[in-house]
């Protein structure tokens, strides 16, 4: 599989090309937020004589000032809402924005915008240098991630090797975006196994993209498959497939975990 990276998700935002207008919105504000998240990461990355522990309570004075460039660059390109949301936080307290960060490290919310854009790179870097989240709870289950105890945001189809246990699926964590293999015909929500109550949709508009629908849950999530297109960027081509969302909340379904995008 392709080695993503804030730079490749980036490059995919900026040049892929979108059917209409209302997505070609989406992507413009998705590829702002991941180059705002790009420099938190770098900025995280590049401190000398810091890693994370792990421990957010912790960290907070180094993350906490990450979150001033992230409400900039939303306060120049997001929508009416987020742009007062960014204003209101610009003013807010030290103090405000350790709570709203910790609250989303303890107990995540896929309507916390910001917090949950600050937060990725953050957990990203954990993941990737080593430390072990620490106040945070880990509930160890298949479809929870194995490093952080996020929610998955998508699923992921590759080619099956005669190796893999999961049958060339994994899953992408909503919060430090790791990927781990999950059996293929299951529920990501609830663990369904019956085929009968398992439903696959595709649009002839998205031909790599479909949506993973339970109907014991009724939950979704969206799968992009890399053996239809192994150019996509996973949580690139998610977003860009935002018409599939309006069809599967048409159809009540509602998603595991909403993406940066709100949908
Ligand atoms: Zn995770
Ligand atoms: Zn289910």
Redesign the pocket.
Known sequence: MRKESWDTRIERAERLPSGNDATSELLLFYAKLLRAQKKIYDYLRSRRDWLPSGNLAEDLTVVRGTVPALLRAVESSGSAILVEEALTLLQASDSDLDQMLLEQWRQPSDLQFFAKACLQPY?RWL?ESGSQPVDRALPRKENS?P????KPQLSVLHIKETSSESGGRDLL?S????VWPYRRVVCANCGEERPAKLGYYHSPDFDHVRVEACDTCHHYLKGIDLTRFGLADPLVDEVAAAPLDLWAVEHSYTKIELNLVGL
């Open positions: 957990a993941a991630c490093f952080c105890g996020g964590c919060t430090c975006l790791t």
